[in-house]
């Protein structure tokens, strides 16, 4: 197969294949520069005369020059003549024949059945509609070497109309209401197989009983100290849900050490309420002592598989979680060992021991499970977490009762030891809230006593640096001095913001952040 036109190089340019010959509007608009040498082959032009006649009259209307007045139909139907065929009536009469040493002729008329389809019905060349002059005759052009037309009568079209679409419409509406009608027949003849059916009364009486055995039997197990009889009657699979919990508290030792601190007695299964939504699941209200206390708590239980396995408590509702942005370097302990940072912790029911053995002014803020310790005698730890927790619960970071007394000492004693210093800068005064600098007094002959001290002082931590606390408070001093001039003056002062440092659970130092 050849190249294309467009890929043949310089000089090898077929001029039956040139561009501005092959299209119908650029035909005749070639200058004189571009003709074809004399000598050149001139195309072949099939002798067919239904062809003849075809050239004739496509050339004649592509040839014309173009005239803004002319009908549209006169240019439709030139632009569509390449590409449809046209039928020569056996009763045409004489038609034009092109010779190859001939110049342009023009097309003798032909009748009006012997015309191809397209071509039936366009005006003359002469146009006497009124305000129209005579046009002068189309010409047609040089012919080309476009492929002859096929003779022979076109297919009709297939008409497109409304009616077609909206048969479609019609008919793709129908199945669609024959396809959601026999789903909604297939639906109700199954029952309902795709909704949940509702439980029957043996089936409620069932279930209510295997949740109540669940959750008497767990406490029963923790009551014990049994970790593992009370993990059997929980959903927990301790490989598996090691991967998302930390289960290191699930053991004999925790609970042991739970139940020496606060027992667990008196046990009671209260009603079990099935949910409305998943019948699968099940609230088990359970009353119990705690260290005496009475305690009040919900047990959700599952059935596991659809029944494939017996009903079991879920055991990571209410975990417990800190943060290791709070806590890291703080070394917090629960129950006795490493509480684990940035994890959730599992927990049985029952009370655990909380502390910071590093950071003895911190503890734990008090919110629903988490209670911290008030009495600097006890030997709880900092604070106690009650389990089950009612959500998953993020431990945030308190000043002790006992930080409050270590900060409260630290700074009288700082406070004590400004009013103490005679000299002009005693390093602890703020020279913005100051009666005069310290430079208009002698050095060594200031004699200050506190005037004012703001009550209570409630201290804060440094969130970025827990080892660090400070106050906002008000602390005025009052002094007498020999000032620089040699007279005898007062004046006051109020002190800066008090900062005090901890480590290995004692205040170490003290500065005042102006």
């Known amino acids: 197969m050849g190249d294309f036109p467009w890929q043949k190089k310089d000089g090898d340019q077929d001029s039956a294949f040139e561009w501005d010959s092959r299209m119908p509007w650029q035909r005749g608009d070639r200058g004189a520069g571009d003709d074809t040498d004399a000598g050149a082959s001139e195309p072949d032009v099939r002798e067919d005369p239904a062809s003849e006649v075809r050239a004739g009259a496509d050339d004649a209307a592509l040839a014309a020059p173009a005239d803004a007045d002319a009908p549209t139909e006169v240019a439709d139907a030139a632009s569509t003549a390449d590409a449809e065929s046209a039928t020569v009536s056996p009763d045409a009469g004489p038609v034009a024949t092109v010779s190859p040493d001939a110049g342009p002729v023009a097309a003798e008329p032909a009748s009006e059945s012997a015309l191809p389809p397209y071509a039936r019905g366009l005006p003359s060349s002469a146009d006497t509609r009124p305000g129209r002059g005579s046009r002068a005759p189309m010409t047609p052009a040089q012919p080309t070497g476009r492929p002859a037309p096929r003779v022979g009568t ?107 601190m606060a027992p667990i007695d008196d046990v009671v299964v209260g009603d079990v309420e099935i949910d409305p939504e998943y019948t699968w699941i099940t609230n088990v209200e359970v009353s119990y002592t705690l260290d005496g206390e009475e305690t009040n708590t919900v047990i959700q239980v599952n059935e596991s598989y659809g029944g494939e396995y017996p009903w079991a408590i879920r ?25 684990p940072l940035d994890t959730s912790i599992l927990l049985f029911p029952g009370r655990y021991d909380f502390t910071l053995p590093g950071a003895p002014q911190l503890s734990l803020t008090e919110m629903a499970g988490i209670e911290p310790i008030t009495d600097e005698a006890s030997t709880d730890g900092d604070a ?69 001290r703001e009550e209570p002082i409630e201290p804060r931590f440094d969130i970025e640096d827990p080892s660090l606390m400070t106050a906002y408070t008000s602390i005025k001093l009052e002094y007498d001095a020999t000032c620089a001039d040699g007279s005898a003056c007062t004046g006051w002062e109020f002190l800066a913001t008090p900062v005090i440092e901890f480590a290995d659970g004692e205040a170490v130092a003290t500065s005042w952040e102006r």
Do not use: H, N, W
């Open 384 to 452: 106690v977490i009650t389990a089950p927790l009612p959500s998953e619960s993020y431990a945030k970071l308190a000043v002790s009762e006992r930080g409050r007394t270590m900060f409260e000492d630290a700074l009288t004693a700082a406070i004590e030891e400004c009013a103490a210093s005679t000299a002009a800068a005693s390093g602890c005064s703020d020279p913005d809230y100051s009666s005069r600098p310290p430079a208009e007094l002698v050095d060594g002959t200031v004699v200050r006593r506190i005037a004012e």
């Open 154 to 260: 076109p297919p009709p079209r297939p008409k497109r109309g409304r009616a077609g679409i909206a048969g479609t419409v019609i008919v793709v509406g129908f199945v669609a209401v024959l396809g959601v009608g026999g789903f909604l027949a297939d639906l109700a003849e199954d029952g309902g197989e795709t909704a949940a059916e509702a439980p029957t009364e043996e089936e409620l009486a069932e279930m209510r009983t295997e949740s109540t055995r669940a959750v008497t039997e767990y406490f029963a197990a923790i009551q014990a100290g049994d970790a593992e009889a009370a993990l059997a009657t929980t959903d927990i699979d301790l490989e598996r849900d090691a991967e998302y919990y930390d289960v290191s508290f699930l053991t004999d030792e925790v609970l042991a050490r739970s139940q020496e």
């Open 315 to 339: 055991g990571t509702m209410g975990v417990m979680r800190f943060s290791d942005a709070l806590f890291d370097d703080l070394d917090p302990q629960l129950a006795g060992q490493d509480a």
